[in-house]
C-alpha cells in the first residue's frame, strides 16, 4: 500500500522547527482581482530563474503544498524559489467575484509570478489549480515552462460542472459536492457554521472519504484545514468560472505537461485520459496508485518521479 505516514502529511507550518519551511516569507500583492497572498522562498528572486509556482484546489490553500515541500526537502531535492498562493477567494486572498473568470485567475496568478521577480514559471496545480495552470500555459505561452496538473478539472468534471443534474451519473460525488456546496454558500455564515460543527462531531471526516483512498493514514491537520478552509461561495464561484471556460483552447500549450491522478479519484472520468491524449498529445500521464483526489498528499513519491519527468521535459 503506497501511503505515507501522517506525520508526512501534516499541513500546518512551523518555520521555528521546521527547516523545509523556515523563512518562507507572506507577500500581499494586489492584482485586478484583489489581494493575493503569496509564501515565497526566503532568497530574493532573479530574472534568469524560474519560479516553482504551487496553485490549490477549490477547498484549501497554500497549505496543501507542505507535504511536498517538506518530502523534496527531506530527499535532497528541495523545490526552488517556490510561490505558493492563496488563489483569489481561498486562504488569506480577497473573494473572488461572481463574474470572475478562469482566465482572470490565470493572468492574475501570472501577474503575482512576475510581481514576485520571475520571467518563468513550473506549474504544480492541484483540482481547480490544475486547471487554472493549464489556462496559464496556453495564455502564457512565453513564461510557461511546465505544468504538473494534478487531479486537474477536466472534461468530465466539467461536464458535471455545465449540467450537474443531467450528468450526475458522470461523477456522482462531485455533482453532489457542488449541490452542497450551493446550499451552504445559499445558507451565508450559518453554512460556514454548519462545516465547523460538521467537523467538531467528527462527521467531516467521514464526509471527504471519498476525497482520499485511505483518510486514516492521513495526519488529523489535513481535515482540521479543510474544515478551516472550506469556502463554499468561492467553490460555487470557481466552479461556474470552470464550467464557462473553453477547454479545447488547452490545445495550444507546447510546453512539457504531466498528468497525475489518483486511481481512486473520484472527481476524474474514466473518459479524461483518453481526451487530454487527443487534445495534448505531446503530455505524457501517470496514475497513482491507492490514491483519491489528493494525489499529492497520499502519493509523494509518484508525485516525485512526475516532478522528475517534468523537468527532465523542460
Not at 466552479?239 to 507546447?254: C, D, F, G, L
Not at 487527443?278 to 509518484?302: C, K
Request: aromatic content about 6%; some cysteine.
Amino acid at each position: 500500500m503506497n501511503t505515507p505516514p501522517a506525520s508526512s502529511t501534516r499541513y500546518t507550518a512551523d518555520s521555528q522547527s521546521d527547516r523545509a519551511t523556515a523563512g518562507i516569507r507572506r507577500v500581499v500583492v494586489p492584482t485586478a482581482l484583489g489581494d493575493v497572498v503569496a509564501h515565497v522562498d526566503p532568497y530574493g528572486a532573479a530574472l534568469s530563474e524560474t519560479a516553482t509556482l504551487l496553485l490549490h484546489g477549490a477547498a484549501g490553500s497554500w497549505t496543501t503544498w507542505l507535504p511536498l515541500i517538506r518530502a523534496s526537502h527531506k530527499a535532497g531535492t528541495p523545490l526552488r524559489n517556490v510561490v505558493a498562493l492563496d488563489l483569489p477567494g481561498w486562504g488569506e486572498s480577497g473573494s473572488i467575484s461572481a463574474d470572475a473568470t478562469v482566465e482572470d485567475l490565470a493572468d492574475a496568478v501570472a501577474h503575482v509570478t512576475r510581481t514576485l521577480g520571475y520571467a518563468r514559471w513550473d506549474i504544480f496545480g492541484h483540482s481547480l489549480g490544475g486547471h487554472v495552470g493549464l489556462t496559464i500555459a496556453a495564455r502564457h505561452p512565453e513564461h510557461t515552462a511546465s505544468v504538473t496538473a494534478i487531479s486537474a478539472t477536466g472534461p468530465g468534471a466539467l461536464s458535471v460542472l455545465r449540467h450537474p443534474i443531467r450528468n450526475f451519473g458522470v461523477l456522482p460525488a462531485l455533482a453532489g459536492m457542488l449541490g452542497a456546496m450551493r446550499l451552504l454558500s445559499a445558507l451565508g455564515a450559518g453554512g460556514t457554521a454548519l462545516v465547523r460543527a460538521l467537523h467538531r462531531v467528527r462527521l467531516l471526516g467521514l464526509l471527504s472519504d471519498p476525497l482520499f483512498a485511505h483518510r486514516r493514514s492521513l495526519d488529523s491537520s489535513v481535515i482540521d484545514s479543510l474544515a478551516a478552509e472550506i469556502r463554499p461561495t468561492s467553490f460555487a464561484r470557481g466552479a461556474a468560472a470552470a464550467a464557462r471556460y473553453n477547454e479545447t483552447q488547452w490545445a495550444s500549450i507546447r510546453c512539457p505537461v504531466i498528468f497525475v491522478r489518483g486511481d481512486h479519484d473520484v472527481f476524474v472520468s474514466s473518459a479524461d485520459d483518453a481526451w487530454f491524449r487527443s487534445v495534448i498529445p505531446h503530455a505524457s500521464q501517470q496514475v497513482s496508485p491507492n490514491t483519491g483526489h489528493f494525489a499529492h498528499i497520499e502519493s509523494l513519491q509518484g508525485l516525485h518521479s512526475a516532478r522528475g519527468g517534468t523537468h527532465a521535459a523542460a
